[in-house]
């Protein structure tokens, strides 16, 4: 057949069956394509067909505004600084004096911990001595005088009870697991007259015997946290505000052992257990 005697009718005709047969065999090819291609193109299409078909979905039905989907990133920065903010408000600062030098200004010697809201607080049981006087500075800056729970206990946690505690005192808050690992982020905080911190990792645990013979428990926790930058009793945190942990009066003094949280709590169970009870 000569194209040039063709009329109008057949020239439009013949114009569509060639669209119609590259049309399909554009298509075979591209499906052919995608199955050979690599996972990564597949995914990248796909997610261009999605957000166009999102796109055009809302003019073509109803007015309802389109879901977003919006994906907020955490960082550990950020989780640090709150659990700080959330814990200062916990400590206490444990001062001594001898009790043959009244007229001597008192030292600091521990931090306490309020561990609950009645405002008992938990401190290393070791920084006690004889011939010491003892009181404590509570975060608003009061000076108040207190009584150890457990003084027959040999637990190496000292509970104490304050003459008097301020309403905005606040309390530590636990994990609900007890686990923890080498190298999570840990955070001490401190401070003789004002709140420091100090970052480490958790760099080993030391194990000991549970409720029964044949189960561990973590008896100690070793960080690489200098020494030098938390006292005695200060808190331990894990990098969402849950303390896992207060610093013990590690011997020699350069150690930078933690008692374990479970061990606080363990004893604030037993004290709670031999209080009296109101009718």
Known sequence: MDLEHLNKTQTVLLTLLVSFVTSIATGIVTVTLLDQAPPEITQTINRVVER?????????GS?????????VVVKDEDLITDSIEKNKGTLVRILATPENLPEVSPDVVALGTVIDKEGHAAVPRSIFAEGMRYSA??????????????????SSVALLEFAKIDSSQSALTFPKSASLKLGQTVIAISGLTRTAVAIGIVSG?????GKDATSTVVSMIDTNINPRDALPGSPLLNIFGEAIGIRA????ETGTAYIPITIVLQEMRAVSAQAPKSN
Request: glycine letters at 4%; hydrophobic letters at 45%; a negative charge.
């Open 52 to 60: 166009t078909v999102e796109k055009i979905t809302p003019e073509i």
């Open 63 to 71: 007015q309802a505004a389109a879901a977003k989907e919006v994906t």
């Open 137 to 154: 500075v509570l975060a608003s800056g009061n000076e108040v005088s207190f009584k150890i729970l457990n003084l027959s206990s040999t």
């Open 205 to 209: 645990l030391e194990m000991g015997e």
């Open 249 to 252: 009066v590690s011997l020699p």
